[in-house]
């Protein structure tokens, strides 16, 4: 609200005040003229007939004329003869009550008028300072108006003084982010060409006939290039540069596809994987980045829990659908919970094989797509995965 809108609004209301107190002191003066008037008449007619009693046959007379046509009554003498005050002032009580009345009416229109038009104009401001924030929230501010000067305005700068500090720090660590991005996709893309020559050589020693340590070498270049592939997927990630495809796809179909490209692991690892199917369920992801994190959870299973069994089922609510994957293996260090699904963390019971990535990675897939994972053990023992992809 301006300046000028708050002047109006400041005197509506005093205007509207002020008709109130005036309407009620003009029917305070009126009645009390009326009694000054009852009185100074009844004191005139006492002193005629105190001086010419014969005459109150007359003054009877007249009184009663003016009465009738009047409609009035009145007090002491008059009183004596049945007319009362309000005998004398009620035609004009009447007329003056009726612009007493009205002056009230029109004051509490006007307070009411005023009221409204100021809760109005109050509201609209509200309404447009939360409009500011939810465009804020959803990335698309305009400029904020900064002209009123009114209650609101100092509120109004604060707001623009947060979300102006909050986008730079947002442009800032949308740089740090970018950054990092950048250097782990260089440090993937470098690690990449050791592997490289590491393979070559590897290669060669087989075709020459030096087998000595080949395998142990063939481990470890495989773990680096997991390693290399995870970083480039993160940093992917990170810089936001990882569109998933979302389409309808079938959660049996997505787990199934899963488990079959663990079957080798399995097999060498004596551990059979277990789906409950519960029939067609859908949800709305990106087939091959949603298949690549349950890949990610059920090794992980199948990693803890050698000769043992990996089961895996769904269900779904109008809410979400969830995702359960378990195992019967010793489960998790209790103190190994909260950092699971921390890049690069290794817990208590970590294998000599695992870098640290996959649930991690796991966990930024489902993320990107509305949803969640966490871990927990199992009331009898083993560790499950409960991963939820929310509908809305």
């Known amino acids: 609200m301006s300046e000028r809108k708050n002047i109006f609004i400041t005197a509506g209301f005093v205007l509207a005040v002020s008709l109130l107190a005036s309407s009620l002191a003009v029917l305070a003066a009126f009645y009390y003229c009326g009694r000054m008037q009852f009185h100074l008449l009844n004191h005139i007619c006492s002193e005629i007939l105190n001086q010419a009693p014969e005459m109150i046959g007359t003054v009877s007379a007249v009184l009663k004329e003016y009465i009738e046509e009047n409609g009035k009554e009145g007090e002491e003498i008059l009183a004596a003869l049945g007319y009362e005050t309000a005998d004398f002032i009620d035609p004009l009580y009447r007329e003056i009550t009726f612009f007493v009345f009205g002056g009230v009416l029109i004051g509490i229109l006007l307070f009411v008028f005023t009221f409204y038009y100021?809760?109005?104009?109050?509201?609209?401001?509200?309404?447009?300072?939360?409009?500011?924030?939810?465009?804020?929230?959803?990335?698309?501010?305009?400029?904020?108006?900064?002209?009123?000067?009114?209650?609101?305005?100092?509120?109004?700068?604060?707001?623009?003084?947060?979300?102006?500090?909050?986008?730079?720090?947002?442009?800032?660590?949308?740089?740090?982010?970018?950054?990092?991005?950048?250097?782990?996709?260089?440090?993937?893309?470098?690690?990449?060409?050791?592997?490289?020559?590491?393979?070559?050589?590897?290669?060669?020693?087989?075709?020459?006939?030096?087998?000595?340590?080949?395998?142990?070498?063939?481990?470890?270049?495989?773990?680096?290039?997991?390693?290399?592939?995870?970083?480039?997927?993160?940093?992917?990630?990170?810089?936001?540069?990882?569109?998933?495809?979302?389409?309808?796809?079938?959660?049996?179909?997505?787990?199934?596809?899963?488990?079959?490209?663990?079957?080798?692991?399995?097999?060498?690892?004596?551990?059979?994987?277990?789906?409950?199917?519960?029939?067609?369920?859908?949800?709305?992801?990106?087939?091959?980045?949603?298949?690549?994190?349950?890949?990610?959870?059920m090794k992980n299973c199948i990693e803890h829990n050698e000769g043992g069994t990996v089961y895996c089922s769904y269900k779904q609510n109008p809410i979400y659908t969830e995702i359960c994957i378990w195992d019967e293996g010793e489960g998790f260090a209790k103190e190994d919970i909260p950092h699971l699904f921390e890049r690069f963390y290794r817990g208590k019971n970590a294998g000599e094989g695992g870098i640290g990535i996959g649930l991690a990675l796991a966990k930024e897939i489902i993320e990107q797509q509305n949803g969640t994972i966490r871990a927990k053990n199992m009331p009898k023992g083993g560790a499950c995965f409960e991963i939820r992809f929310y509908s809305h």
């Open 118 to 297: 100021r809760n109005k104009e109050e509201t609209k401001r509200i309404q447009d300072l939360a409009d500011y924030l939810e465009q804020v929230n959803t990335g698309k501010p305009e400029i904020l108006s900064v002209h009123r000067e009114d209650r609101f305005s100092k509120l109004e700068d604060e707001i623009y003084k947060t979300v102006t500090f909050l986008y730079q720090t947002k442009e800032e660590a949308v740089q740090i982010k970018n950054s990092f991005a950048k250097n782990l996709s260089n440090i993937a893309h470098q690690i990449k060409t050791p592997i490289t020559a590491i393979s070559l050589c590897v290669q060669t020693m087989k075709n020459t006939g030096v087998k000595e340590y080949t395998e142990r070498i063939q481990k470890q270049i495989l773990r680096l290039s997991h390693l290399e592939e995870g970083l480039l997927v993160l940093a992917r990630l990170d810089a936001g540069s990882l569109v998933f495809q979302k389409e309808k796809i079938d959660v049996f179909t997505v787990i199934s596809l899963g488990a079959e490209n663990l079957q080798e692991l399995a097999c060498r690892s004596g551990t059979s994987i277990v789906i409950l199917e519960q029939g067609e369920m859908a949800i709305m992801a990106d087939l091959d980045w949603t298949i690549e994190a349950i890949i990610n959870v």
